[in-house]
């Protein structure tokens, strides 16, 4: 079993001005690399493949026809020994896709879902948080998202349409 999660993709520009951000190399800080730079909805955890598609199912069924979402970020922050860069109007994405797939995967820890692009962990400074990228994009599909990352490396495979493990939700 491999780590599942929803999630949204910034575009490429947003991710090119995301990079542009200052990144200082410091002592016990551990940056994020870029291809987990993804906000993510809701994580799933352990999940057995047998399950993927009924997620997938139900979380398509749950944004028929919902329009495409406007996204932003707001200053970096420090939560939970990481820096962060929350995500602005994406509050009831969460809630939809935590409704929809919580019959599927229930949630046994209940706690507040930040969905954040996370850019480093570690001892955050004070002097890193602030940082705004100023562009934002139009999210017009939520990602399942297999992460198989060890500390040997990033491994992520994101769901193509093909494998019908992308959810388009706009009309």
């Known amino acids: 079993m491999v780590r599942l999660s929803f999630a949204l993709r910034p575009t490429p520009q947003v991710l090119a001005e995301v990079a542009a951000l200052p ?3 410091l002592p016990k800080v551990v940056g994020r690399e870029a291809p987990r730079w993804l906000v993510t909805l809701r ?3 352990h999940v057995p493949a047998a399950i993927w598609q009924p ?3 139900a979380v398509r069924d749950e944004l028929a026809g919902a329009a495409p979402l406007p996204v932003a970020f707001g200053p970096s922050l ?3 020994q990481q820096l962060d860069l929350p995500t602005l109007r994406c509050d009831e994405l969460v809630a939809t896709v935590l409704e929809a797939s919580g019959p599927l995967v229930p ?11 996370v850019l480093a962990s570690g001892r955050i400074p004070a002097e890193l948080t602030g940082w ?13 998202v297999a992460d198989r990352s060890s500390p040997r490396g990033t491994r992520l495979e994101r769901r193509r349409a093909d494998d019908v493990r992308r959810i388009t939700f706009d009309r």
């Open 23 to 25: 990144r200082p190399s």
């Open 43 to 45: 994580p799933l955890g």
């Open 55 to 57: 997620l997938l199912d």
């Open 78 to 80: 420090r939560r939970y």
């Open 107 to 117: 949630v046994t820890h209940p706690q507040l879902l930040y969905p954040d692009l």
């Open 132 to 144: 705004r990228p100023s562009t934002g994009w139009t999210a017009h599909e939520v990602l399942l």
